[in-house]
């Protein structure tokens, strides 16, 4: 089992430049999550999915948008990439809630917008 | 209001034993308490979970006061490896019940020789 994989690793992208990062996971959860991490900062919630064609805003939705049209799937999507927007992106899927069950996390994507 | 409060970082030598407390005054009757590692450039990682009392697993031990306002990850004789960041959080795995995921800051361990 892979777990939890994310594509790309590394991305740069200028000012106004649009991208989706994907998550996979193999372990058939139905809950998944976009975390973004900031240096010095801890995980905040950006949005997430409780099932198959599901979505819900997290703490920092703003600039973001999410699907979620496959179970294994959860797609984050930036439509006008901004420098605020430069972070490590880390998903994760859980078999219920992540708040009181353990969250499976991949291994983050670094993106750099300038 | 923040649902966990923990201490910014902790400082500790090879051997020793490291207790790192997590205060959860709001916490509901159904709530658990979860923490989580995570190493630099790595996604986070499921240490231990628990609701009273004491759980002891292979990594570390959680220990949960019968008030269960606080919480504290122990983690026995130290190393170098287990420098990282180290988050709690308390919920109750029910999303219906409108759970919310916060992470907050965690506790930056630094382990030295």
């Known amino acids: 089992n892979a777990g939890v994989t994310q594509t790309p690793k590394f991305r740069v992208l200028k000012t106004g430049q649009s991208m989706t990062l994907l998550c996979a996971q193999d372990?058939?959860?139905?809950?998944m999550y976009w975390y973004r991490q900031d240096p010095g900062m801890g995980l905040r919630l950006i949005h997430y999915s409780v099932g198959e064609g599901t979505t819900a805003k997290g703490e920092v939705p703003d600039g973001y948008n999410v699907s979620r049209l496959k179970k294994q799937n959860f797609l984050l999507g930036l439509e006008s990439a901004a420098p605020s927007q430069t972070s490590v992106y880390f998903c994760?899927?859980?078999?219920?809630f992540g708040d009181g069950n353990e969250q499976f996390f991949g291994p983050g994507t670094r993106l750099t917008v300038l | 209001l923040a649902k966990t409060t923990q201490p910014i970082s902790m400082d500790s030598y090879e051997g020793q034993e490291v207790n790192i407390t997590c205060s959860h005054n709001n916490i509901a009757t159904n709530d658990y308490i979860t923490w989580y590692q995570q190493f630099p450039s790595q996604g986070p990682r499921f240490i231990i979970q628990?609701?009273?009392t004491k759980v002891t697993n292979e990594v570390a031990s959680l220990f949960i006061p019968a008030d269960r306002k606080s919480s504290t990850l122990s983690l026995p004789r130290v190393s170098l490896s287990d420098t990282a960041v180290y988050y709690c959080?308390?919920?109750?795995?029910?999303?219906?019940?409108?759970?919310?995921?916060?992470f907050g800051q965690g506790t930056e361990l630094s382990v030295k020789p």
């Open positions: 372990m058939n959860h139905e809950y």
């Open positions: 959080l308390v919920g109750d795995g029910d999303y219906n019940q409108g759970g919310k995921l916060i």
């Open positions: 628990g609701y009273k």
């Open positions: 994760a899927s859980s078999g219920g």
